[in-house]
């Protein structure tokens, strides 16, 4: 039995082939093809082309899990920065699918856990045992192009998935430093309020970048050509997390610095989160940084900020914490909750 997965973006479209493996729970990837939106001019366009034409030596799909970034209400959805609008149940017909779902591209992921084997993530903490804890209760935290958090209910075959909007609360400055980023970018970005995904996301990483280069010591840093591009193209901005990371590793000090402020900030936000939900069956790190930081998540400066929460620290010490390593987790995990859905 083959399923049908998609992580659906605005500026690409990643579709996938899963079956059912006998020998394993989790499905097992067949074919996958990656699609650019603005190439196309609807995305039932793009599903067509992928089953008709891509797919066509292989079995038609019993049941689709379509994951969107962009809002979602009964089963449609409007495409951020696309004019695309979906339906689940028109999709389910057109395509003749048993069963069809539109999810958030974020909360979808809390279905792939459970189906997880060892090769797609890493264990920073295995966590401790704590009186009356309810292990049933996850919590996922992903910067990507922006910051998501969701929440889950995993208890034996059964997970319940409750979004949330957590990567959009105020960020918190705790030290001298950040008060002076957040103050430049309400300037900056000419707002009332900076959010957490402003700053723990790979555009914040970029946005760190950026305040630190404005200042007179950096004035000759080789970043600041891309500073001036992205200044006239801000789609210029996504080349640049990529740019800091390979600076930092040479030994860049700056760039240093600019990822030291960025993994601070993030490892005191997941540190919040697992307080705020007590998330003892597992806190996990996913998104686009998270397999290229992981070894970071394991530094003395991480963990000492994720830990640094005062009279409660010690419980951060019992929750297990985990880095998803495989980059197709959102597909996965769409491809997972595609199986569940024929047997609900």
């Not at 935290?141 to 997970?159: D, E």
């Amino acid at each position: 039995m083959n399923f049908l997965a998609c992580d659906l973006g605005g500026t690409k479209v990643l579709l996938g082939i899963y079956k059912e493996d006998l020998n394993d729970d989790s499905p097992r990837l067949i074919f996958k093809k990656k699609y650019l939106s603005s190439d196309w001019d609807s995305f039932k366009l793009i599903l067509e082309d992928f089953l008709k034409n891509e797919c066509k030596n292989i079995t038609h799909p019993s049941s689709a899990c379509f994951a969107v970034a962009g809002p979602l209400s009964n089963n449609k959805a409007k495409i951020i920065n696309l004019p695309w609008n979906i339906s689940g149940n028109t999709l389910k017909k057109k395509f003749n699918f048993k069963s069809c779902e539109l999810i958030n591209d974020f909360a979808v992921q809390i279905y792939g856990i459970p189906y997880l084997n060892k090769n797609q993530y890493f264990t920073i903490q295995d966590g401790s045992h704590y009186e009356g804890a309810n292990n049933d209760l996850h919590a996922i935290v992903g910067a990507g192009t922006g910051l998501g958090i969701a929440r889950g209910i995993i208890s034996g075959g059964k997970v319940k998935v409750l979004a949330s909007e957590g990567g959009h609360v105020e960020f918190s400055p705790k030290s001298k430093l950040e008060w002076e980023l957040k103050i430049w970018l309400k300037n900056n970005l000419k707002v009332e309020r900076i959010s957490c995904d402003r700053i723990i996301s790979g555009t914040g990483l970029s946005r760190i970048a950026e305040w630190r280069l404005s200042k007179p010591d950096a004035q000759n840093h080789p970043l600041q050509k891309y500073i001036k591009e992205i200044k006239i193209f801000d789609s210029a901005r996504k080349d640049l997390p990529e740019k800091i990371c390979k600076l930092s590793k040479e030994g860049d000090q700056l760039m240093i610095e600019v990822e030291r402020i960025w993994l601070s900030a993030y490892a005191s936000l997941l540190g919040d989160v697992a307080l705020q939900e007590l998330c003892f069956g597992g806190l996990w790190i996913s998104g686009g940084t998270a397999s290229k930081h992981f070894k970071n998540f394991k530094s003395d400066l991480f963990m000492k900020q994720f830990f640094d929460k005062g009279r409660l620290k010690d419980i951060l010490k019992t929750i297990p914490m985990k880095v998803i390593l495989d980059e197709d987790f959102g597909l996965f995990s769409a491809a997972c909750r595609a199986k569940m859905l024929l047997k609900t």
